[in-house]
């Protein structure tokens, strides 16, 4: 019995901490390098310099992402309620080449980037990223108020759009 009550109150107390929110960037995430589509190298915190006291939604994707696709006419809805919004696509295509049509092909209107750095990288580490599509939200003070969401019907993502 007290093996059973000693398991429940070490369960307790792990489910009860809980992490501190993720509201700012890592020096590592604003210094990883991004490429334009004319094809010159910025640092993410350019990208984030560009759209000052703006609302920023980001959309980390891939053409080659099945749910990134599916995810697409969704996030089209989300542009056409939300049209004061900024969005940034950072892409996780296997090749320039394939990024440019992707963007092409589905007709995706905002801001583009290639993420050379790929899963692996700098920005990659800090959104610990798992899945894609994968969406964040920085407001217009440059505060991350949704850092992790995978769909576009997530509640956090309205309720942070302006």
Do not use: C, T
């Given at each position: 019995m007290k093996k059973i009550l000693l398991s429940f109150l070490i369960g307790s107390t792990l489910l009860n901490c809980q992490t501190e929110p993720v509201t700012t960037f890592s020096d590592a995430a604003l210094n990883d390098e991004f490429i334009t589509l004319d094809e010159s190298v910025v640092p993410f915190s350019t990208i984030l310099e560009k759209h000052k006291g703006e609302t920023i939604f980001i959309d980390v994707w891939a053409c080659w992402c099945k749910d990134c696709l599916k995810s697409l006419p969704k996030l089209k809805e989300l542009q056409k309620d939300y049209p004061n919004t900024t969005y940034?696509?950072?892409?996780?295509?296997?090749?320039?080449?394939?990024?440019?049509?992707?963007?092409?092909?589905?007709?995706?209107?905002?801001?583009?980037?290639?993420?050379?750095?790929?899963?692996?990288?700098?920005?990659?580490?800090?959104?610990?990223?798992?899945?894609?599509?994968?969406?964040?939200?920085?407001d217009d003070k440059g505060k991350i108020v949704v850092y992790r969401a995978i769909k576009t019907k997530d509640k956090h993502l309205r309720k942070h759009l302006k």
């Open positions: 940034v696509f950072l892409s996780l295509d296997k090749s320039i080449n394939a990024w440019k049509k992707g963007i092409q092909k589905h007709e995706l209107k905002g801001d583009h980037y290639y993420m050379q750095s790929g899963w692996k990288g700098a920005m990659g580490k800090f959104l610990d990223l798992d899945w894609i599509p994968r969406y964040m939200i920085v």
